[in-house]
C-alpha cells in the first residue's frame, strides 16, 4: 500500500451528517459510551443522504456489516459520515462511519471507531415502500 493510500485510510468517506459529544449519561458501568447510543447516532444520520436521495421519508430495515473499532469515552466529539453505495428499486444503502476526537484536538487527530452498513426503505405517507426516484 502506498503512502497516498494509507493517508486516504486516515480520512472519513462521505459527507459529514451529524456531530455529537459524548455524555455521562450514555455509558455503561465501566465508563465507555454504550455501543446501541453510537449505533443509534449513526442511524440516524445515515438516513440524511437516504432521505435526500429519495426524495422524502424512509425507514431503515437493515444493518449489516457493524465494526467496533475502539470505544468512545465521555467528553469525546463523534463526527458521523455518510455515502450511499447503492441505490435499489426502493431501497438505499448507506455506508456510516464514526469518528471521535477529544475535545479540544484538532480534526486532524479524528480517530475511526466504528463503521456500517444501513439499508433504509422510501416509505409513502401509509408507510408502504415506494420507488425511489431516477437520480
Known amino acids: 500500500m502506498s503512502d497516498a493510500d494509507k493517508a486516504a485510510a486516515l480520512l472519513p468517506e462521505g459527507q459529514p451528517v ?5 455524555m455521562p449519561a450514555d455509558t455503561n458501568p465501566e465508563g465507555d459510551i454504550f455501543g446501541g447510543w453510537l449505533l443509534a447516532q449513526m442511524d440516524l444520520a445515515g438516513a440524511t443522504p437516504a432521505f435526500e436521495r429519495a426524495g422524502g421519508r424512509c425507514a431503515t430495515v437493515a444493518l449489516d456489516g457493524m465494526v467496533f473499532h475502539q470505544p468512545v469515552s465521555v467528553g469525546d466529539e463523534v463526527s458521523i459520515y455518510a455515502k450511499i453505495i447503492r441505490v ?11 469518528w471521535k476526537r477529544a475535545r479540544g484536538q484538532a480534526e486532524a487527530q479524528s480517530v475511526r471507531v ?7 426503505v422510501a416509505i409513502d405517507q401509509d408507510r ?7 437520480a
Open 128 to 134: 408502504k415502500p415506494r420507488e425511489v426516484p431516477p
Open 18 to 22: 451529524g456531530r455529537v459529544i459524548a
Open 88 to 98: 435499489g428499486r426502493t431501497s438505499i444503502r448507506v455506508h456510516v462511519e464514526a
Open 114 to 120: 466504528t463503521e456500517g452498513v444501513f439499508t433504509y
